[in-house]
């Protein structure tokens, strides 16, 4: 394994545990997500929204981790990516669109985590190994 792939998924193991402090806040206590995150309109952050919002997060979490101790596993790697894309996408339009998440130290943390993330998992896609299936194949097309 490359050392770039043990580098990210030293990454993904960490981002997994922040998530998991994130997702233990969102159940604790709602008001860190209108404090943190969505201080444009906070009056619209609810217990219901933060938990939502926290099993979310801990979903995420679960599918990372699972991606570092499995890194190899292309169908997990692509699925772990696309947390981050969509994370990243929710961050965007909540700051740009919705106009519920101004670009404080709360909203930018995580955009440049999941920035990074998907910059890192593109990377780090072209080390992954492909499957003895799929080089089986392709050699005996050759032939």
């Known amino acids: 394994m490359s050392r770039f792939l043990n580098v ?3 990454w993904l193991v960490m981002v997994s545990v922040i998530a998991m402090g994130n997702t233990m806040q969102s159940f604790r206590d709602h008001s860190f997500l209108s404090e943190k995150l969505y201080t444009g309109t906070p009056e619209f952050v609810n217990g219901l929204q933060a938990r939502t919002f926290g099993i979310w997060t801990l979903l995420s979490s ?3 981790c699972a991606c570092a ?3 190899q596993n292309r169908t997990l790697y692509h699925i772990t990516l696309w947390t981050f894309l969509l994370a990243l996408g929710h961050f ?3 700051a740009f669109i919705y106009k519920t998440a101004p670009l404080t130290i709360g ?3 995580p955009l440049i985590v999941a920035s990074f ?3 890192g998992m593109l990377i780090g896609f ?3 190994a492909e499957p003895q299936e799929v080089v089986g ?3 005996k097309k050759r032939n």
């Open 69 to 71: 101790f499995d890194i």
């Open 137 to 139: 194949a392709r050699q």
């Open 117 to 119: 993330s998907i910059v």
């Open 107 to 109: 909203i930018m943390a």
């Open 126 to 128: 072209q080390c992954i």
């Open 92 to 94: 965007l339009s909540e």
């Open 8 to 10: 990210l998924r030293s």
């Open 62 to 64: 679960i599918i990372r």
